[in-house]
């Protein structure tokens, strides 16, 4: 069964911290990941997508890094800042038809 | 080059009434999904339009339904609404022919029924 799980479900950290968020898929044959960020109430924003030869793609503070092997990814925030606060989602597409799976998200809370 | 335009952004209904919603994707996309999502959850995937056909469904009661026209702007409709209908619901549009493709999100229409 094709699957996304993201892990934690929700994390604060203080501003100027970094932190990772994690995801795991089951999804297969496997074509494309992405890393999406929701603010509260509006559309989600991509942020970086992966194909199965690119293990790091980096969009400023964002780095996002894929393991086809192991079907993992994590995204990493550096510096992180208040508008950081925002809803993370990991995105999985599979080859052959509109097969795509959406993680539940995480939930990124930044403090001052 | 503008981007996913969603209508209305917020409308309240009452329960047993009806609602169309309207996606008009980004200039040349030919993709139009359409998602729910309500307070804490993510995204529940409702269908997909290419070239004015569904290609994909998700789980959704038949009180969904969709289509697409010859602009590729893109309706929803939910007939007998229900509580639980309250939701965000999104739209997105995509270059991709074979669905894998970057998807570009609406602002979202948020409905109210009570």
């Known amino acids: 069964k094709n699957q996304v799980e993201q892990s934690p479900q929700s994390l604060i950290i203080l501003e100027g911290k970094n932190c990772t968020l994690q995801?795991?898929?089951?999804?297969?044959?496997?074509?494309?990941l992405r890393w999406y960020k929701q603010d509260t109430g509006r559309g989600p924003v991509s942020l970086t997508i992966m194909t199965f030869s690119e293990n790091t793609k980096s969009n400023g503070r964002y780095t996002a890094t894929l393991d086809a092997d192991t079907k993992q990814s994590s995204l990493h925030i550096t510096a992180s800042q208040l508008s950081d606060s925002a809803s993370y989602i990991c995105v999985v597409s599979a080859k052959g038809g509109f097969k795509t799976i959406f993680g539940a998200g995480t939930r990124l809370f930044v403090k001052a | 080059k503008a981007g996913v335009t969603q209508t209305p952004r917020y409308l309240i209904k009452t329960r047993g009434q009806q609602v169309t919603l309207s996606c008009s994707p980004i200039?040349?996309?030919?993709?139009v999904s359409w998602y729910q999502q309500t307070p804490g959850q993510g995204l529940q995937f409702l269908f997909e339009?290419?070239?004015?056909?569904?290609?994909n469904k998700g789980n959704f009661p038949g009180r969904f339904s969709g289509r697409q026209f010859s602009n590729s702007r893109s309706e929803m409709n939910v007939s007998t609404l229900e509580l639980g209908d309250s939701a965000l619901y999104l739209c997105?549009?995509?270059?991709?022919?074979?669905?894998?493709?970057?998807?570009?999100f609406g602002e979202g229409s948020r409905l109210t029924v009570l």
């Open positions: 997105a549009s995509s270059l991709d022919r074979e669905g894998t493709g970057e998807l570009f």
């Open positions: 200039s040349g996309h030919r993709s």
């Open positions: 995801c795991n898929y089951t999804v297969s044959p496997f074509s494309n």
């Open positions: 339009y290419f070239s004015e056909t569904q290609r």
